[in-house]
């Protein structure tokens, strides 16, 4: 089992950037990594995704402004969130993942408040 806690949300201003962290309590190299954010009202949905060997995916919506990252040595996932706006506001979540094993675990998540 893999704890994960979330940092780096807060207040920000529109076209603005902010870095999250999801520092895991164990290692990670095994697991396949993710960013969900879940605004209120809305479902949760997949922001990015990085798998255990490094390919990424992401949602249209953030292609070419987000950008996940993982540092395995450090065993800690990055989120590099750049010309934010508005509709990026939302409760950020960490995931650790590995599917063929049944292995899903998720952070307690934070806030990021795009607002002038």
């Known amino acids: 089992q893999v704890q994960l806690v979330e940092s780096g949300g807060g207040l920000v201003q529109p076209g603005g950037s902010l870095r999250l962290s999801c520092a895991a309590s164990?290692?990670?190299?095994?697991?396949?990594m993710g960013w969900y954010r879940q605004a209120p009202g809305k479902q949760r949905e997949l922001v990015a995704a990085i798998t255990s060997g490094g390919s990424t995916n992401y949602a249209d919506s953030v292609k070419g402004r987000f950008t996940i990252s993982r540092d395995n040595a450090k065993n800690t996932v990055y989120l590099q969130m750049n010309s934010l706006k508005p509709e990026d506001t939302a409760v950020y979540y960490c995931n650790a993942r590995k599917t063929n094993y049944g292995w899903d675990y998720w952070g307690q998540g934070t806030q990021v408040t795009v607002s002038s």
């Open positions: 164990g290692t990670i190299f095994i697991y396949d």
